[in-house]
């Protein structure tokens, strides 16, 4: 795309909602349909991070009163990273509330209501109003999610789940007020193989509406919490931009405003230690830049006179000056938060067909409930025993088990994993686990630690190694550089004083020790009368291994080679392997350039590797894999890393690497052992078979259950117990996921 191009497109003004109330992706698609039906305007509404992006030039107070007549709550999103999370975390509080007061009054109401029903003698006065009290507050406040639910999807025409779980709450505590207020009937109830129940024991359904509401509610929290970690991301990407910074006036003078109004073509000035602003071009200063959150590399790039520099990375050492080219959401740190959060808009096939099938099974449900009261009714039996079989279709068709099939499945996997030193975070991860055929690993940090050590030295001539070494790591003990440090952190503390000391940024440091001019560095730094002829062999097999040479000289002689790397982790190998033998393809993904990349890949055992891949283009790179046809897992620790782990069919993070990368990905690998890794994917599938077998299950048992409270063989009372069986038949499933055992 042409820079004019690219320039009319983001001219658009946008304006971004955080809209709250949305409980499943159809609430997503209703809000889009309803504000791409104004004049002119674009759309787009992530159900995953709760927010909704619009161009068109509408107003957000007129945006918003879309969203609300919709039946929906919003608010402008201004930029705080506050905003980004304040509705979801809204509403996980408000759903914990309901759920412990839901827990509280459904136990005591339950023991009560099914102990007094069935054993008369137990009976006392207005027993059945305290049941109505303790019922009314679950049914009434703690279900009122699925009230406003159902009104809003009865006013768009529509169905869901909560609509049948709405009915069947308010039907099961109706018919059981209508039961005490008209009068139980004499008569006996129905066998419940011990015998034939006592008369009154069929009048009651309180604790029904209670079990329902609780179960439910349990999996909407355990649902919204694992939904809430995907917005994290983009809050932890908009806290690495600076704020503010230096903007250079026309006298030379510096004032510090507002990262907003800095705007393009402007110099501003980064003090050592100060994180950069924006993407720019040095105008003037030299300096060392670390770039690792940015690249993922260990080594700080030198800079200086028109070099390029990206906004949110950190100047470590000298003043510079800068003219920025890309600022705001231009900038490359900005293009990877676009990118991190339009690739969480996936959503998992196995809720897409959870919500297929729930469109239609609703209203099948109520069909046959209604069908079944007028036949009854059409037969000559009386209201009460027409009602109670309707009444028994709604209560044995409530979706618990449905609804908790994944959120148990899913706690008890990430339980189990955390016991494993595995996270997982996402249904998404537990889908696309099933399916992956390619696992592409970064190299620094995840396949390497990401710390410079020194594997070697090489003495040039006939100079004493351990004088050479101590001469070099006096003088590189006073520089902060990242090499410098391993030179120092090799030799030890026996260490000389130094004199005359210069450090040159992208060259090295010298010093005068003991009499003698010390230079450690590269070619650079060396100058023009140095012989580099007896070196170079040296230089250039280190070179050839992805190693980083760095040459010492004693007075204008040279006198060593440190050879440093970044070595393989010794659990590279044998992840690797492992994964093989999952019939996985692994490649290496780097920035390093090709003689390092393919180094540390036959190392690892690694076969393929794509290197001197930019930041931002690690996404393309994933997304170019998936267009060949793979389904695709990446495993990451940068900033770098974080628009690829979310783009990924299933992103892992490595808990060592950086707080946005680890809220990118899907899964999180506590343990820095790399065997963690095919761990991570063998439990993930033992999770993802799990919540398919809780689906079947939850299908399966409505399936051959309706047409048994249908032709009345079910009583509402053994309707509500055997929806309660099937429920912690779920949960039993997803029990067994704390035994499974990984190599």
């Known amino acids: 795309m042409s820079a004019e191009v690219s320039d009319q497109a983001t001219a658009t003004p946008q304006i971004e909602l955080a809209v709250g109330g949305m409980t ?7 809000i889009e349909k309803k504000l791409n039906k104004l004049d ?14 619009v161009s068109g030039g509408v107003s957000a107070d007129d945006l918003i009163e879309v969203v609300r007549k919709a039946g929906y709550s919003a608010i402008e999103a201004t930029g705080d990273d506050s905003e980004v999370g304040r509705i979801s975390a809204d509403r996980v509080s408000s759903l914990r509330r309901r759920l412990a007061v839901a827990a509280i009054l459904t136990i005591p109401l339950g023991n009560l209501a099914i102990v007094l029903a069935l054993v008369p003698s137990l009976r006392f006065p207005l027993w059945e109003w305290l049941c109505v009290a303790l019922a009314v507050p679950v049914v009434f406040w703690c279900a ?4 406003v639910a159902t009104w809003r999807n009865l006013r768009n025409r529509s169905f869901s789940m909560d609509t049948l779980v709405s009915l069947g709450v308010l039907s099961a505590f109706s018919w059981s007020l209508i039961s005490i207020i008209l009068g139980a009937e004499d008569t006996e109830g129905y066998w419940l193989g011990y015998g034939v129940t006592p008369a009154g024991a069929d009048a009651i359904y309180f604790e029904v509406a209670a079990a329902v509401t609780t179960f439910l509610l349990a999996g909407r929290y355990f649902e919204a919490r694992a939904r809430r970690s995907a917005q994290g991301v983009l809050g932890a990407l908009n806290a690495l931009a600076p704020k503010q910074v230096r903007k250079l006036e026309a006298d030379g003078t510096e004032r510090i405003v507002p990262i907003t109004q800095l705007a393009r073509g402007e110099q501003f000035v980064v003090r050592a230690g100060e994180r950069i602003g924006a ?18 590399e260990p080594v700080p790039a030198e800079v200086g006179p028109d070099g390029g520099v990206l906004g949110g990375t950190v100047n470590l050492t000298g003043r510079l000056v800068v003219t920025a080219t890309r600022v705001g959401a231009h900038t490359q740190l900005a293009q990877m938060a676009a990118l991190a959060e339009q690739a969480q808009i996936r959503k998992a096939r196995v809720q897409r067909l959870v919500d297929q099938v729930v469109s239609w099974f609703v209203p099948v449900v109520l069909v046959i409930s209604v069908l079944t009261l007028v036949g009854w009714l059409l037969t000559d039996h009386g209201v009460r025993q027409s009602a109670s079989a309707a009444l028994s279709v709604l209560i044995i068709a409530c979706p618990c088990a449905l609804g908790l099939a994944t959120p148990t499945a899913l706690m008890v996997g990430v339980g189990r994993g955390g016991q494993l030193g595995i996270l997982i975070k996402t249904q998404e991860a537990l889908e696309s686990s099933g399916k992956v055929d390619t696992v592409v690993f970064d190299k620094t940090g995840t396949i390497t630690p990401g710390q410079l050590v020194v594997e070697s030295f090489r003495v040039i001539g006939h100079a004493d190694e351990a004088e050479v070494r101590r001469l070099a790591a006096s003088v590189e003990a006073q520089s902060e550089h990242p090499l410098a440090k391993a030179i120092a952190a090799d030799h030890g503390d026996d260490l000389l ?10 060259r090295g440091a010298a010093g005068t020790v003991a009499g003698q001019r010390i230079v450690v560095g590269n070619e650079r730094a060396l100058g023009e009368g140095v012989d580099l002829s007896s070196a170079i062999p040296v230089l250039e097999a280190a070179r050839d291994r992805g190693a980083t040479p760095v040459l010492v000289t004693i007075d204008d002689r040279v006198a060593g080679v440190f050879v440093l790397t970044d070595s393989v982790r010794p659990s590279a190998p044998g992840a690797v392997g492992r994964l093989r033998a999952q019939g996985l393809k692994v490649v290496l993904l780097t920035g390093d350039h090709e003689r390092a990349a393919a180094a540390v890949a036959h190392q690892a055992g690694i076969d393929t590797w794509i ?10 790179e994933i997304a170019r894999l998936q267009a060949e046809g793979h389904q695709v897992a990446m495993v990451g620790d940068g900033i770098n890393d974080a628009a690829a782990l979310a783009t990924a069919d299933l992103g892992l993070a490595m808990v060592s690497g950086t707080d946005v990368a680890m809220k990118s990905a899907d899964i999180i690998c506590v343990r820095e052992n790399l065997g963690v890794v095919p761990d991570a994917i063998s439990l993930s599938r033992a999770t993802l078979r799990t919540i398919r077998g809780n689906l079947v299950w939850a299908f399966g048992y409505n399936a051959a259950a309706i047409p048994l409270a249908a032709a009345g063989l079910l009583n509402p009372l053994i309707a509500g117990f055997a929806m309660s069986l099937s429920s912690l038949f779920v949960v039993g499933n997803s029990l067994r996921l704390r035994s499974k055992k990984l190599r």
Do not use: Q
Request: overall charge negative.
């Open 24 to 30: 499943c992706a159809a609430c997503a698609t209703r």
């Open 40 to 53: 002119g305007v674009t759309a787009s509404v992530n159900y995953a991070t709760e927010r909704a992006v």
């Open 144 to 147: 009122w999610p699925f009230h």
């Open 279 to 296: 993407d720019g071009t040095i105008t003037d200063g030299f300096s060392t830049i670390d770039t690792s959150m940015m690249t993922g």
């Open 497 to 506: 004083p130094v004199t005359d000391l210069e450090i040159s940024p992208g």
């Open 611 to 620: 290197a001197e891949v930019l930041p931002a283009d690690k996404a393309g």
